[in-house]
């Protein structure tokens, strides 16, 4: 018999054997020093990507203008006070003491408003809230003020939203760079430094306690309240293979796996020694992304071929064992949020359904046009996910193929719009925290403008007339009707993207690593944790 590399990586875990880590892990290190597996970082700049692993950096070196407490209100953070007009159309901001750049010079006015700007240029929340001021300016050192044409309730909200580009606020001198320029100095405010020095790119990042941060005063709550740090230094590894993470984890060479394969669950949750932790409480959402300018997802239905194509029983029982951790997902507004309703979903069938997505492939055109999957490598379950996509395509007759990458690879070939043959691309898989698909006003996913929408570029000028009206219809029930008026559209003529499946996969950490914040959405918060005593 012979046995896979990964079923004797998989044996020696059960048995408590560590497995063979980089010898840089080895190193003794203080017990200030917390050690993560956070996935590879190669972009820095969070207005330049939405990828979840640059904005988990963004979270440890920025600071923002507000941020929502665990019950999802907003709450000042960089403002110390601000008001609003009798007219309601002025919101004038005042910043709070303290605030001050790693380089040592101090946060003004106009580093937020150059930032607001920045944000506007990629972020649909910042792209509403530009269109509807008639002036964002500052006013002198710690004061600035959005000017509204008409009053807007939701300035405030926007401001401090936790999906998407969050609003980072960035040195003026950043942010006067176009979106499409990456910032170079990852100079922030928050209560992390970014430590170039020590950091390996493709190996590691390092970021050391910012011991000139002025926490507020008020107690961590979700992405509110006082940042404190309390750790000297924290160091995200990158260990792209899922078992020598968690072997890395068992050894004690490091304190925090992200994301580990659901398949080492059973393992990790028999180590008396590591915690499953679910930190993203709302769940991830996992789904298929099409080229929609390109054949054959050009043709909608051909993008509704993929919506009954897939088994979301079968990709749940791929990336959750755990069938307690996990559902199928069929509205666009998720599982968990007050928006989430049953219209236009009689699509689903359990099982998939072979036969009509064949059929829809047939009505779209389809040649036999290369479909080219892009499939990270250093991502398991995105990797086992394109391969399961593939498989089922391929056995409807879809020339299917998988094109292997780095996500960081990944995430700079899927904003090419050329065809395959030129360097394009015909699918990827991603996933969102279900919290974000609440609101079509600062998730990217319900762009359907095109080109100037989120990769993939779906266009519908319904859709696109539906969601602006959501800022402005009043009361719950009113966007509720909204809602499902949306998604009876989006199911029925934009088809952006299509549900795999949901999972509460956990992070898996040592015990002695504890208090870390929960969140429901999966950009990650890295103060208030703390290391205790082995």
């Known amino acids: 018999m012979t046995i896979s590399r990964r079923e004797l990586i998989k044996a020696g875990l059960a048995a408590g054997a560590a497995v063979s880590v980089p010898t840089v892990l080895r190193a003794q290190t203080a017990m200030s020093t917390v050690r993560m597996v956070m996935g590879d970082v190669q972009v820095f700049d969070p207005m330049f990507t939405t990828s979840s692993y640059t904005h988990n950096f963004a979270m440890a070196i920025y600071d923002t203008l507000f941020a929502l407490d665990e019950n999802l209100v907003p709450q000042p953070q960089m403002v110390g006070n601000w008001s609003l007009s009798d007219d309601k159309k002025t919101y004038t901001f005042e910043l709070r003491d303290g605030l001050g750049w790693h380089d040592g010079t101090p946060v003004t006015a106009a580093d937020c408003v150059a930032s607001i700007r920045r944000w506007a240029e990629g972020d649909p929340a910042g792209q509403m809230l530009v269109e509807r001021a008639a002036d964002i300016s500052a006013n002198g050192g710690k004061s600035f003020t959005i000017t509204l044409k008409e009053p807007f309730d939701l300035v405030v909200d926007l401001l401090a939203s936790a999906s998407g580009r969050c609003l980072y606020v960035m040195r003026e001198q950043d942010a006067k760079r176009p979106v499409t320029e990456q910032v170079t100095a990852n100079i922030g405010s928050g209560p992390f430094k970014f430590n170039a020095q020590l950091t390996k790119p ?20 979700g992405y509110a309240g006082g940042k404190v740090v309390k750790v000297d230094r924290m160091i995200w590894d990158n260990i792209s293979d899922p078992q020598t993470a968690v072997g890395a984890l068992q050894a004690g060479e490091v304190d925090l796996v992200l994301e580990p394969s659901g398949d080492l669950f059973t393992i990790i949750a028999s180590d008396p020694e590591l915690v499953l932790d679910a930190l993203t409480t709302s769940g991830k959402d996992y789904y298929i992304r099409m080229n929609c300018l390109q054949k054959p997802f050009d043709n909608v239905k051909a993008r509704q071929a993929l919506l009954v194509l897939v088994d979301q029983e079968a990709f749940l029982k791929l990336l959750s064992p755990d069938p307690k951790l996990g559902d199928v997902v069929t509205s666009i507004f998720g599982n968990t949020t007050a928006y989430s309703n049953v219209e236009n979903t009689g ?44 498989n089922v395509l391929q056995k409807i007759g879809v020339n299917a193929e998988l094109a292997s990458m780095t996500w960081s690879e990944l995430a700079s070939r899927r904003g090419k719009m050329v065809p395959v043959d030129e360097g394009g691309w015909s699918i990827f898989i991603s996933a969102n925290d279900d919290f974000s698909f609440g609101s079509p006003l600062t998730s990217e996913l319900f762009l359907a403008n095109g080109e100037k929408a989120w990769y993939g570029w779906p266009k519908s000028d319904e859709f696109e007339a539906l969601r602006a009206k959501w800022a402005d219809v009043e009361g719950m029930e009113g966007r509720k009707e909204l809602a499902r008026e949306m998604q009876r559209v989006w199911w029925n003529s934009v088809v952006g993207f299509v549900f795999l499946c949901q999972t509460k996969a956990p ?25 205790l005593p082995a």
């Open 202 to 221: 493709g190996s590691n990042v390092t970021f050391d306690r910012n011991e000139q941060y002025v926490p507020r005063a008020e107690p961590a709550s």
């Open 347 to 390: 699509w689903s069938k359990k099982g998939g359904d072979l036969e009509k997505a064949k059929q829809l492939f047939q009505e779209a055109g389809y040649g036999g046009e290369k479909v080219l999957i892009l499939t990270p490598t250093d991502w398991s379950d995105g990797f086992n996910a394109s391969q399961l996509l593939a």
């Open 507 to 531: 992070s898996a950490r040592r015990k002695w690593l504890a208090d870390l914040i929960h969140t429901p959405s999966i950009f990650r918060p890295m103060w208030n944790m703390q290391k």
